[in-house]
Structure formats: structure tokens, C-alpha cells
């Protein structure tokens, strides 16, 4: 591109603010006009247009990600203070979660030209793939099924195969829809690595177990990849869980375990016998622990419900993670050493008993911060605990004593944060910590206590 034909930034933004103004008065105009008598044929024609403008959009979208995932002008966002990141500022305009701006960025990486220090801009990673997004023909499922389908090839495979499978996946998805692509995909990786020839580069690629959230009966489900190493591990445990052994009611006679079950027993055991061990070292300066908190109130009514049938079991004492565990295994899990209970004053964050196997100044502060603030005490992080490093509210630095009341949880980003002095700190009457920016009131971080968030919404009513 020659000097001449380039615009000034002023000129670009006039321009680009134009374009985006009409379309959105026509947008208002569509919104405006009533459909009702249109007929269902029509309807069709309108879904098809609005879904090819949808494509469109995100397609521009994805360029605009590209574009600034190589700034050379960094966050020039007005109003934002210095050193913020142009991902936050993103996430935080667009409304949209970290986790689905980084994945913006990491689909524009593959489709966008990639910059090079030495000469002209590169052609992308995925050129045909950058077509069809650019021309607005794909949705996000589509870019997702063709990288997925790209991704799950072998290392074996030579870059011209990679390349013919891309532009036989792209023009796939031109004409069918995302299900169909992987459907085809299946058929390439086969066609292409007809013996299954992978190496253990392929298989560290794959390898992964997601944990999801823990459902309403405090059930999470698991899946994933183990890799042969992990699923040898898993095996040896497995031929120790066979039927009649190690049953948890410790009823071998009666063992109606189906095999999936063995093998979740399996797992559990393997953990706890790895936990027990005292084998797997420290973390953040404390023994690999279960960490389980409660309530006075909670555990005493846990104690009735457990000899009179008549009272309920209170629901569920919190992990060190961001888990919930039932009463009654709690009570289970006390009775072996190797774990920590605190209990706390009811509505306050004093605490009131903390049990422990061994006595580690360091260790019984980390639990207390876990029993108090069970994550990030910044307003609106969600990082649990066992994430979290320990804040000193009066900086130790400053002559802050070492001392429970005045050591708090804060993530690695946020205790910097507090550390460098982007935020202040102040520990408040009930034992709680505050944290300001300077431009309102300190606030507390109350996603880590749903219980409190439905409290205040009260408050405010009264
Ligand atoms: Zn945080």
C-alpha cells in the first residue's frame, strides 16, 4: 500500500462512524416496520439475510479483535487509566466474559495476517478460512468445527494435506452446517492417518480433563483426555477397586458397584491416599489439604439432624475450591486428621475453632482466610482460595502484624494491584476487608458469599 492512498486516523474514523450510524438507523427502521402480514415465505428470506448480516458483522468483528491483538499505539482507550490492558477494556465495554475475549483474539490470530518485522504482512494461518469468515459466510460454529477438525490432525500429516483439508472443511461449511463439517472432518483425519499414527507430541496436545461446575446435588461432571501414561495410573488403581474391595459402606458381600462406579471409587481413592501420603509437597506454603468451612449454627444443627430425624440436614459446607460439600460428609471427614475445619461466629468473620492435624503458624492463616473469605477479597473476582495469595491489610512492609485478623486473600493480580498501590485496603468492623480504587466508597467482595448478596439485596429493600 502506497502513502498516497492512505487516509488520516481522523479521516478513518469519520468514515468507519458513518457507515456504523446508517446501519444502525436502518436497523431502526427494520425494528419499526411490522411483519405481521408478511407470510412465512418471507419470514424464511428475512432469517436468511439477518443471519448472512450476523456472519458479516462477526467477520468485521473478528478483524477489529486482529487488529488490535498487534497494537503499535497499546490501550489508547480515554478514560482509562494507564497500564490497563486493552483485553480488559474490552471485556469490560463489550460485556463480555475474559474467557470469550480471549477466544475472539485467538480465532482473529488464525485468520488475520500476521504481521512480520521485516517486511509485508503474512498471509494467515488459516487462509481459506480467512476468506469465507471475511466474506461473512460462516458462523462461529462453523470456525469452530474447522479448527477443531484442523487441530485433531497429527503431527505426521505434511502441510500441504493440512492445507487441502482446510480448503475441503472451508467449502464444507459454505454450503452445510457445523455438524456436517465435523462429520467430515472425522472422514479427512481418518483418510490421513489411516493406522492412527500418533506421536506423544499429538497425544500432550490432547491430553485433559475438564472439571465443571458442581450441580445443584453436588454432583461435577468430568471429561476428557487421559493420556496412556494417566490411564495406565488410573488401571492399577482400578484392579485395587475390584468388586467386594475397598467398598465404601465396607460391604463386600453385597458389592453392586457397575464398573463406572469402581472406577469413580477408584479415583477417589487414589486422591485421598495421595493426600494422605503427604507426598505432594506444599502449596503456597501449606500441606495439600482438604479444607472444608462452616458455620456454629450450621454444624450444630448438622449434630441434631444426625441423632433426630425430625430436624434437617443443613445444606453444604464450602471447599477450599469452589466446591460444596454435604453436611453429612463433612462430618465423615472430620474424623480423620488429616484435614481442617474452621467454624465461625454466625453472620461475623471471627473465627471460633480450628481444627488441624499439625500445628503451622503459616498454614492456620491460610485456612483462616480460606473459612472468612474462601476467595479473592477484591469486589467482583471470583478466584477461589486455593488460588489466592495473602494480602497484608497494613503491608507487612509498613509494620503490618503477621497476625490472622490482618491477613486477607487476594489473587496474584489483585494483591499486585493492592501491593502497588492501585488499590488501598481497609479492614472493616465485622473482621472484613474493603478495597477502593479511590473513585467511590471501599466495597467488599461478596461473590464468594452468595448468601450475603441475597442479605443486602433485603437491606436495600428496608
Ligand atoms: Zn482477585
Redesign the pocket.
Known amino acids: 500500500m502506497d502513502g498516497a492512498g492512505l487516509l488520516t486516523a481522523e479521516a478513518v474514523h469519520a468514515a468507519v462512524r458513518a457507515e456504523l450510524d446508517a446501519v444502525d438507523a436502518a436497523y431502526d427502521r427494520l425494528r419499526a416496520t411490522c411483519t405481521d402480514l408478511a407470510g412465512n415465505a418471507f419470514r424464511v428470506e428475512v432469517a436468511g439475510r439477518l443471519e448472512a448480516q450476523h456472519r458479516l458483522n462477526r467477520g468485521l468483528s473478528y478483524r477489529m479483535f486482529g487488529e488490535i491483538a498487534a497494537p503499535v499505539d497499546g490501550c489508547d482507550n480515554p478514560g482509562s487509566p494507564a497500564g490497563v490492558k486493552v483485553r480488559d477494556v474490552l471485556a469490560s465495554r463489550l460485556r463480555l466474559t475474559a474467557g470469550e475475549v480471549r477466544r475472539r483474539f485467538r480465532v482473529a490470530a488464525r485468520i488475520r495476517p500476521r504481521r512480520s518485522l521485516t517486511g509485508p504482512p503474512v498471509a494467515p494461518e488459516l487462509p481459506e478460512l480467512a476468506d469465507a469468515v471475511n466474506a461473512g459466510e460462516l458462523s462461529d460454529d462453523h470456525i469452530a468445527a474447522v479448527c477443531r477438525a484442523l487441530d485433531g490432525l497429527p503431527a505426521a500429516v505434511s502441510a500441504a494435506q493440512k492445507e487441502k483439508a482446510e480448503r475441503t472443511l472451508v467449502g464444507h461449511a459454505r454450503s452445510q452446517d457445523a455438524q456436517f463439517v465435523t462429520a467430515i472432518g472425522t472422514v479427512i483425519a481418518d483418510c490421513l492417518n489411516p493406522d492412527g499414527n500418533f506421536t506423544d507430541e499429538d497425544r500432550a496436545r490432547r491430553r485433559g480433563l475438564a472439571l465443571g461446575r458442581q450441580g445443584p446435588d453436588g454432583m461435577s461432571r468430568l471429561t476428557g483426555w487421559l493420556d496412556p501414561e494417566a490411564r495406565a495410573y488410573l488401571e492399577a488403581v482400578g484392579a485395587v477397586v475390584r468388586p467386594g474391595r475397598h467398598h465404601p459402606d465396607g460391604d463386600a458381600e453385597r458389592d453392586r458397584r457397575s464398573p463406572e462406579q469402581r472406577c469413580h471409587d477408584a479415583i477417589k481413592l487414589a486422591c485421598k491416599t495421595a493426600i494422605a501420603s503427604g507426598g505432594l509437597g506444599q502449596h503456597r506454603g501449606a500441606p495439600i489439604s482438604v479444607v472444608v468451612t462452616t458455620t456454629l449454627a450450621e454444624l450444630e444443627q448438622a449434630a441434631r439432624a444426625a441423632v433426630d430425624p425430625a430436624v434437617p440436614m443443613p445444606p453444604s459446607a464450602r471447599t477450599g475450591g469452589t466446591g460444596r460439600l454435604p453436611m453429612r460428609e463433612l462430618i465423615r471427614l472430620a474424623g480423620e486428621s488429616i484435614h481442617y475445619l474452621a467454624v465461625f461466629e454466625d453472620h461475623s468473620a471471627r473465627p471460633l475453632y480450628l481444627g488441624r492435624s499439625k500445628r503451622l503458624a503459616t498454614t492456620d492463616h491460610r485456612i483462616i482466610c480460606h473459612a472468612r473469605d474462601r476467595g ?1 477479597t ?1 469486589p467482583n ?1 471470583f ?1 477461589p482460595g486455593c488460588d489466592c495469595e495473602i494480602h497484608h491489610a497494613h503491608e507487612w512492609s509498613a509494620g503490618g502484624p503477621t497476625d490472622a485478623d490482618n491477613l486477607f486473600f ?2 496474584g ?2 494483591h499486585a494491584a493492592a501491593s502497588d498501590g492501585t488499590y488501598t485496603t481497609t479492614v472493616m468492623d465485622d473482621g472484613r476487608i474493603a478495597w477502593s480504587d479511590g473513585t467511590g466508597p471501599p466495597r467488599v467482595n461478596d461473590v464468594h458469599h452468595p448468601e450475603r448478596l441475597l442479605d443486602n439485596g433485603e437491606d436495600d429493600d428496608g
Open positions: 479473592c477484591k473476582c478466584v487476594g489473587c493480580c489483585d
